[in-house]
DNA sequence: TCAGTAGCTTACCTCAAGGTAGGTACTTAC
DNA sequence: GTAAGTACCTACCTTGAGGTAAGCTACTGA
């Protein structure tokens, strides 16, 4: 979908990231939209699933608690053209779709757990953090100088 | 912000979460706050951003192209407040306001770096995926049997 | 005969993400 | 005298992400 119908006038500048390492820094590079496949609220969810083991539609839609229907189709859809999920259709009634990891896929996903693996670890200290602000908030800090709210220096 | 305005019927049930590891799948979960935080499409490359080092406000609307003043500040209030950057006020004229990672912010971001630097060496076979899936669809398919488009199987 | 099932697609609608632009306060450079 | 740099905040408006619901297929079991 996002591949395909680049404007003729931009293909050139586009062919050398095909061939070239990305650069996410800057704003055209194509790695910006990877990066917002896999990043994207159901993306990430959807390859930590994956990286359990094949999955039918059905059964991804009940491990990710909260994505409809269509959020998951096109989630799917994206990853898959990007090359990181595969699509298998079983010619049954009632239909049966598998989907599994690439390779390439499953590089990405590993990252990605990593990632969640350490959210789902420390959200105990991320609450404390957030704790810590609003008394900061509060508080006008303890005994010294400084005025309202935010941290300030004296350069 | 997100921590602080939590109806009051909810704090209880949210209380656990402050205590135990998150669950990514489940829909109520803070963790997925979060996630949303850390994986947002400004977050990410802000997170990576400074782990070269500190930044001045200017320095990283510069460096992470694309973003508007308004994005990120958001953005760094939102992982300021989760604990992951350090802001630094200098009380001169014209304003500096220095930013940083938090040994917190470091765990998250170098996971992250992790995930970006494979999408930057890995661009070109995304691309190829990408090729690979728009000539599939046009093309039935080689010799043998299958229909269109998407791949099946005769279970 | 009719409901139920799995995996979608489509149309419609809402709400939040995010862009644009203007204001602020002060200084330095032209 | 005025333009530009610096780090914002606020109001306004547009765009798109994402939710809901209905439809579709072709079969099975009640």
Redesign the pocket.
């Known amino acids: 979908m996002t591949a395909s119908k680049q404007p003729k006038h931009l293909r050139k500048a586009m062919a050398k990231w095909a061939e070239q390492r990305g650069d996410l820094y800057a704003a055209a590079c194509p790695s910006r939209g990877v990066l917002d496949h896999v990043t ?3 993306g990430v969810l959807v390859l930590v699933a994956l990286l359990e083991g094949t999955h ?3 059964e991804l839609r009940r491990k990710v608690a ?6 998951l ?1 096109q989630t ?2 994206a990853l898959e053209e990007d090359g990181f999920v595969v ?1 298998e ?1 079983f010619p049954v ?5 598998d989907y599994s990891l690439t390779p390439m896929g499953q590089e990405v996903a590993s990252h990605i757990e990593a990632l969640t693996d350490w959210i789902e670890d420390n959200l105990p200290r991320v609450f404390a953090a957030r704790a810590q602000h609003v008394s900061r908030k509060s508080a006008p800090e303890g005994g010294k100088a400084g005025r309202a709210g935010r941290r300030e220096s004296s350069a």
Do not use: D
Request: aromatic residues 10%; charged residues 25%.
């Open positions: 994207s609220r159901w039918r539609f059905s909260g994505v409809s229907e269509k959020m189709a799917l859809h699509r259709v009634i009632p239909p049966r779709v």
